[in-house]
């Protein structure tokens, strides 16, 4: 290809190298993309800063992976030889899921360790929880003061006390052991805020509960995801449609909104949010009457059978007589209806059903929050989204959607402790039977109302006062010591809720710690390590270190070392919890770190083999790649491992949903309507808000320290189509009030047709604060004022934007923007979904031009509204709660770190 003018140019000004030199003669090397491994601890480049004197810098490239959203990509440190310290960070070509590439998210890594203001050292509280008194304090103090409060907990016998809430989780099985060896079922996730509707859907289905979609193979890539495919899982996922769409592969995306990913579709359907059941049964129901769907599939792995002998018990049980009764089934489902419900016209659904139709084994679709977390009964999305993969066998498929687990690895630990023995209720209340996971979102409802109280409190990169709804209840109880004895915030950089902690303890970026990762990003099966980088530089330097805190900036920890020296204090050597431990290499010896992971990788299959031909070990291997493709690709598992269901089969009829109280969700309908239904907005100006996409750029709550990160994406004001703009008469600009069920906030409209009409959308990254007393995350942080204006109401203000300031980095000093954006989440009302457990994130709000004396940014709840209305949706749950055989849940679905197995079960004195 002949060169530009402009390449001319810079080839001359020696800007970029010469095109024209001929790599096949002499011993000129070709142009690569990324620096050769072999040459990762002896890199040089030019220093970009000195131009145009040439100037040579020698770096020492570390791998390790990302840890700004779950999928681990690959990250090259450069360590710069001279100064010690990490300039920059660029993609690992080889890690597989990532291959070289990443998102803004992952370069963007240097600004949140360079970060001014981030924590550097173990602070101890001083004065009242919640007023923002510090003081610095050593590690040793930390360690002591918090397993004491562990100790005395635990020496009362309670199982129940001492609790782990993991916000961003990625060490996989390494906490779940530690709490294990505590002798405690204290672990809490984020889950009900995320994934609990597309994961319990899933599950219905094959108990695995996420999906793995092939989209570099697929012929049709159906996506109902804000999710993934715009944030989270970004990268593997974006490269891979992208790929997969090169190779003739059709887009389809059904949102509300019109996304990144939307806007680059073959097909956008902006379905009303909750309708997408009924879109899916539509298609469904063209797939069976056409005859499309994979024969041999479903009537071999599709418990079918069970359906006729329990529903249609006079009918012969014949698989063409079950097609004939399901066309029946699905009768309703026709396009007009789904283009009804859905409000969008019927030729477009039609249209594109045949698309969905013709894919074959190669439909690849995904859902993860999206819908799925939105709505009430927002589980059936997933459960009729993978009906589609059930009827054209694109189940497990090239080019289909596989189970997640397939493509994860699961690491085998040096020592498993025996499972708790006991069960939390305050994370698994007994109404909710089917909960996809811990009812995490309603734990400040929950003790309110009496049902438990927590001795010692662990909040884990988790920021529930500002991510989760309602924000003020968590406030309220985490200042109220009845409920929590003792709150200790581990974070790499201030956020609201370590605001409200005894101790705040700082805990490494991604180059500053150690886990292991694995994830379904696509159908093959990896392992990777993150690893403190200056850590394995000082290594390959010939420096010893025995703690990562001695290298990492300040006194920054890790989380693993930080767990194992804790554990070891704890035990006063009465408690046997040392013995878990234990060095599984040196007699009697407490692990080290570099032996916790020497065990791991060697049980990596593969990998101690690969090691040896590059004449190392295991660790050695994965200290110098990061990363270990373990299988190519993992298709069809089905056919040796079978389905981990009751019937063995994929679950179209799900006998559990029968047995606990949901008999017309036996099989997949559209049988709930959402809480933002149109049905449901009756009232004058009544319109839904989408609060739950994800903007590229953001971290949920990490980002806010992230200056480039920032400076793309500092605002969220209120989308809004320009026809409901007309009919509210506002422009762009213009302020609006947005009523939830327990309270209001002020925001800026922008109007845009990237929303549908009767939808309102607010990014849920942004309005983030802190009070004048607080510190951290100048970038992205309004400063704001709390007022309780008594009978329950409380006002958060705007006291000053985002200002400039002088610091070590001359770029806190050059920031332009002032708007700080408006928080949000704190005025949504929980809505624990009664199946799922799902937090249904979709609001229904009333519109209109804010008050006297209501400004920009202005937010109040009303505290005892809130609970009254978590008190309506929980008694959702209680009218349903039925427990077949004494079971709490059914024994055969999934729950992180499982109890010992008498306690799956609800005693006569319960
Ligand atoms: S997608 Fe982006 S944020 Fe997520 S791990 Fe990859 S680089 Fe990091």
Redesign the pocket.
């Known amino acids: 290809m002949a060169k530009t003018i402009i390449e001319s140019i810079a080839q001359k000004l020696r800007i970029i190298p010469d095109l024209d030199r001929d790599v096949t003669k002499g011993n000129l090397e070709p142009l690569r993309k990324f620096p050769s491994s072999d040459e990762w601890h002896d890199h040089i480049e030019l220093d970009a800063n000195s131009w145009p004197v040439r100037i040579e810098k020698k770096y020492s490239l570390v791998p390790t992976?990302?840890?700004?959203?779950?999928?681990?990509?690959g990250?090259l440190a450069y360590v710069d030889k001279e100064t010690g310290q990490v300039s920059k960070f660029e993609g690992n070509p080889d890690h597989p899921g990532?291959r070289g590439r990443?998102?803004?998210?992952?370069p963007a890594t240097i600004n949140q360790i360079q970060d001014t203001e981030r924590i550097l050292y173990p602070m101890r509280r001083v004065g009242e929880r919640g007023q923002g008194g510090w003081e610095r304090i050593s590690w040793d103090e930390a360690l002591d003061e918090i397993s004491t409060k562990i100790r005395t907990s635990l020496k009362t016998g309670a199982v129940d006390k001492v609790v782990y809430h993991v916000g961003r989780p990625g060490h996989e099985g390494f906490m779940n052991r530690v709490l294990k060896a505590w002798g405690v079922d204290g672990h809490n996730s984020h889950t009900n805020i995320c994934s609990a509707g597309a994961r319990t859907g899933y599950a219905l289905w094959h108990k695995h509960d996420r999906p793995s979609p092939d989209h570099t193979n697929a012929k049709v890539i159906l996506l109902t995801s804000s999710h993934l495919e715009t944030g989270?899982?970004?990268?593997?996922h974006a490269q891979r449609i992208l790929e997969g769409m090169m190779d003739g592969a059709k887009l389809i995306v059904i949102d509300p909104r019109l996304s990144n990913t939307a806007a680059m579709a073959d097909h956008w359907l902006p379905t009303w949010p909750g309708s997408e059941s009924a879109l899916f049964l539509a298609w469904a129901k063209m797939i069976i009457e056409r005859g499309l769907y994979d024969r041999e599939f479903m009537e071999t792995q599709v418990n079918w059978d069970a359906w006729m002998k329990a529903v249609h018990p006079d009918e012969p049980c014949d698989f063409d007589r079950f097609i004939e009764l399901l066309v029946e089934e699905y009768a309703e489902y026709t396009p007009e209806f789904a283009a009804e419900e859905c409000r969008i016209p019927v030729e477009q659904v039609i249209e594109v059903g045949e698309v969905v139709a013709s894919a074959g084994t190669r439909l690849c679709t995904h859902v993860w929050r999206s819908a799925s977390i939105g709505n009430l009964g927002g589980w059936q999305v997933s459960r009729t989204l993978h009906f589609l993969n059930v009827l054209t066998g694109s189940v497990g498929t090239e080019g289909g959607t596989s189970p997640n687990s397939w493509s994860k690895f699961k690491p085998e630990l040096f020592d498993n402790p025996p499972d708790p023995d006991g069960w939390n209720e305050l994370h698994f209340p007994p109404e909710y039977t089917l909960s996809h996971f811990e009812m995490s979102h309603i734990l400040p409802h929950l003790i309110k109302d009496g049902r438990g109280s927590m001795d010692v409190y662990f909040t884990r990169v988790f920021n529930p006062v500002w991510t989760y709804p309602d924000g003020f209840s968590w406030m309220e109880m985490l200042q109220d010591k009845e409920a929590v004895g003792c709150h200790i915030a581990m974070t790499p950089t201030w956020n609201e809720t370590a605001f409200f902690a005894d101790y705040v303890l700082p805990m490494g970026h991604s180059a500053e710690r150690h886990d292991v990762n694995s994830y379904a990003t696509s159908s093959g099966k990896w392992v990777a390590f993150r690893q403190p980088v200056l850590r394995e530089f000082a290594r390959r330097e010939g420096r010893e270190v025995e703690f990562t805190h001695e290298v990492n900036p300040g006194e920054v920890w890790e989380e693993d070392e930080f767990w194992n020296e804790l554990s070891w204090r704890i035990d006063d050597g009465t408690m046997g919890i040392r013995k878990h431990f234990m060095s599984p290499y040196r007699e009697g010896e407490k692990i080290t770190i570099d032996e916790y992971y020497q065990y791991l990788f060697e049980r990596v299959p593969g990998l101690p083999e690969a090691a040896e031909k590059e004449g190392t070990d295991a660790l050695g291997y994965m200290r110098k790649y990061g990363a270990f493709l373990i299988e190519e690709s993992t298709y069809k598992k089905y056919e040796e491992e079978g389905w981990p269901t009751p019937s063995g089969k994929q679950e179209f009829y799900s006998e559990t949903m029968i047995e606990f109280g949901y008999p017309e969700h036996s099989i997949p309908h559209y049988r709930q309507k959402s809480h933002v239904h149109p049905e449901n907005l009756v009232g004058e100006n009544e319109y839904c808000l989408l609060p739950n996409f994800r903007l590229p750029q953001h971290?949920h709550s990490r980002s806010a320290n992230a200056k480039w990160l920032v400076e793309i994406a500092h605002k969220n004001p209120i989308w809004i189509h320009p026809k409901d703009a007309r009919k509210l008469g506002v422009a762009e600009g213009d302020l609006l009030k947005i009523e939830t069920e327990i309270g209001w906030f002020v925001d800026k409209v922008w109007v845009t047709e990237g929303i549908k009409p009767g939808v309102v959308g607010c990014s849920h990254h942004i309005g983030r604060w802190r009070r004048n007393q607080d510190a951290g995350n100048r970038f992205l942080t309004n400063t704001v004022s709390i007022e309780d204006n008594g009978d329950g109401k409380i006002r958060m203000r705007t006291v000053s934007g985002i200002e400039p300031w002088k610091s070590d980095d001359p770029d806190t000093n050059r920031i332009w923007w002032r708007d700080g954006g408006v928080h949000q989440n704190i005025t949504h009302a929980v809505q624990p979904d009664p199946i799922s457990g799902a937090h249904c994130w979709l609001q229904k709000v009333k519109l209109s031009r804010p008050g006297e004396g209501e400004e920009y940014g202005d937010i109040e709840v009303d505290q005892q509204k809130s609970f009254e209305y978590y008190k309506r949706w929980n008694d959702w749950a209680k009218e349903r709660e039925t427990h077949p055989r004494g079971e709490r849940r059914p024994l055969w679905m999934k729950r992180p770190l499982g109890p010992r197995p008498e306690h799956w079960f609800i005693t006569k004195e319960e």
């Open positions: 992976t990302c840890f700004n959203c779950e999928s681990a990509c990250l990532s990443n998102c803004a998210k992952g989270h899982y970004f990268n593997p971290i």
